[in-house]
T-cell receptor, first 107, second 114 residues
Framework: KNEVEQSPQNLTAQEGEFITINCSYSVGISALHWLQQHPGGGIVSLFMLSSGKKKHGRLIATINIQEKHSSLHITASHPRDSAVYICAKASNYQLIWGAGTKLIIKP | GAGVSQSPSNKVTEKGKDVELRCDPISGHTALYWYRQSLGQGLEFLIYFQGNSAPDKSGLPSDRFSAERTGGSVSTLTIQRTQQEDSAVYLC????????????FGQGTRLTVV
């Protein structure tokens, strides 16, 4: 079993839909990261969470430490949100990656 | 610079040649990570540097791979006697402290071994 599990692996939605991507991890963490990788390959760090909730524009990330679960939400999705979203947990000094969720937003 | 800088952005090399990839982390960041992403695969951890501590090399796939970080800043990843399976995007990231602070990524070096 991977230490970090993401779902769904692939998600296609229409512009404007509310998007949720889930991440579960198997052992305790010091922090959890959400990252975005565009088709060109560049990776952008979206959030780093230790507890609670963070919001940046249309993106919201939440984490439940007790349940070892985090979610990334996108409100009013747009085609430019199409990317691979990666959940990664910080454990000791390594970042342990999930497999990523490929999101496609159709106009 | 303002962000993590990697060079070259693209590298095509012949099988059997050695290559060096460079990473300039954000100034003041003590933690530096190397990852690679092969076509259609997820990110694979290669090596981690933290300050002056001995690096964690547990992710290096073979002894043809090595990395160093000079003066706690710039890092070079060296691949000797490259093989076609080494073709991948090599990503470098840095963070202020290990693990529990935001990691910033370079744009990567796309390595193609022909």
């Amino acid at each position: 079993k991977n230490e970090v599990e993401q779902s769904p692996q692939n998600l296609t939605a229409q512009e404007g839909e509310f998007i949720t991507i889930n991440c579960s991890y198997s052992v305790g963490i010091s922090a959890l990261h959400w990252l975005q990788q565009h088709p060109g390959g560049g990776i952008v760090s979206l959030f780093m969470l230790s507890s609670g909730k963070k919001k940046h524009g249309r993106l919201i990330a939440t984490i439940n430490i007790q349940e070892k679960h985090s979610s990334l939400h996108i409100t009013a999705s747009h085609p430019r949100d199409s990317a691979v979203y990666i959940c990664a947990k910080a454990s000791n000094y390594q970042l342990i990656w999930g497999a990523g969720t490929k999101l496609i937003i159709k106009p | 610079g303002a962000g993590v800088s990697q060079s070259p952005s693209n590298k095509v090399t012949e099988k059997g040649k050695d290559v060096e990839l460079r990473c300039d982390p954000i100034s003041g960041h003590t933690a530096l990570y190397w990852y690679r992403q092969s076509l259609g695969q997820g990110l694979e951890f290669l090596i981690y540097f933290q300050g002056n501590s001995a690096p964690d090399k547990s992710g290096l796939p073979s002894d043809r791979f090595s990395a160093e970080r000079t003066g706690g800043s710039v890092s070079t990843l060296t691949i000797q006697r490259t093989q076609q399976e080494d073709s991948a995007v090599y990503l470098c990231a840095s963070s202020l402290h290990p693990g529990n602070t935001e990691a910033f990524f370079g744009q990567g070096t796309r390595l193609t071994v022909v």
